[in-house]
């Protein structure tokens, strides 16, 4: 029996413009999804995964590890999830989690770089269009620069981030806000390709400011990048309130987090804020979510 852990994540600043080939940052949080693996009792795979209705990446994650290493046997295959559904990641999770925890139950071996190609695989064959930005901090941890065009990752920190979270309450749909942005690319190709590009150079911006830790040009960038997010039409209302509430009470700056059309916000605080913003996040109908962001280090365990 094999038990793999891979940890959520958060983007920090520049999603969508990755789906295109531009930079993003993005960081793990402290809270995993775990896979584990052992032989089947019967004929055919047995898939147990509560909570997770959606099973296209552990079968899709199956389909594809079978295919590379010709590996026939029928497998048990479970799942226990800290992520909840509030946009942490855990497509993400559990595609690497299923993927490792196969290649060391049949005894093989995959390294990172090699796990995280395997596992983008994956995420092209379900969802289409898709950065894989989520994968790597699932597989290395931490906070990491991820380059949307070569796949290029780059380690930026492992330590904790002063960042908090906020769930909307609205539930986002990745695949269809994507899909979104990719139609008014279609429609309007010079001006999101602007957006995007000015997106970029606040992420270059941000990677200096996160190893300065200068959380006040940090947190002023993510308030702009906020802006073009709802330039690009996938904030909403709710995740707005929550937004301008926390910059209101002393956050060094606040964004949505990931795809938008409802999930998370993230709030850059300072300690001595941390009360005040936490209280008008409920206050405007949010959830607090209690995650550390930035720490789980060396990613996949
Ligand atoms: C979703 O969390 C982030 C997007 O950039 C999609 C992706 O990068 O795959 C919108």
Request: aromatic fraction near 8%.
């Amino acid at each position: 029996m094999v038990t793999i852990s891979a940890p959520g994540k958060l983007m920090l600043l520049g999603e969508h413009a990755v789906v295109y080939g531009y930079p993003c940052i993005v960081s793990a949080v402290d809270k995993y999804l775990t896979v584990v693996v052992d032989s089947s009792k019967g004929k055919q795979d047995e898939i147990i995964s509560p909570g997770f209705s959606d099973t296209r990446f552990i079968k899709e994650a199956i389909n594809i590890f079978r295919d590379k290493f010709s590996v026939k046997d029928p497998i048990n295959l479970k799942t226990e999830s800290e992520l909840g559904s509030f946009g942490l990641g855990s497509s993400a999770a559990v595609t690497v989690a299923t993927l490792k925890a196969l290649v060391e139950f049949f005894g093989l071996h995959l390294d990172k770089t090699e796990l995280f190609n395997l596992s983008y695989e994956v995420v092209k064959k379900v969802q289409g269009l898709g950065s894989g930005f989520d994968l790597t901090v699932s597989i290395w941890g931490g906070t990491i620069y991820f380059e949307g065009k070569n796949k290029k990752v780059e380690n930026l920190c492992q330590e904790p981030l002063p960042l908090m979270v906020g769930f909307s309450g609205e539930k986002g749909d990745t695949v269809s806000m994507v899909k979104l942005v990719k139609e008014k690319r279609q429609n309007y190709r010079k001006g999101i390709e602007k957006i995007f590009e000015n997106i970029a150079q606040l992420v270059e911006k941000a990677k200096v400011a996160l190893l300065e830790k200068d959380w006040t040009r940090f947190g002023m960038l993510m308030n702009y990048n906020q802006d073009y997010l709802e330039d690009l039409g996938v904030s909403t209302k709710k995740l707005n309130n929550l937004i301008s509430a926390s910059r209101k009470t002393g956050a060094y700056g606040a964004k949505l987090s990931g795809a938008g059309g409802g999930d998370c916000m993230i709030a850059l605080v300072s300690k001595e804020k941390k009360r005040a913003v936490i209280k008008a996040i409920k206050a405007e109908g949010g959830e607090v979510i209690e995650v550390t962001v930035g720490t789980a280090k060396g990613g996949i365990i």
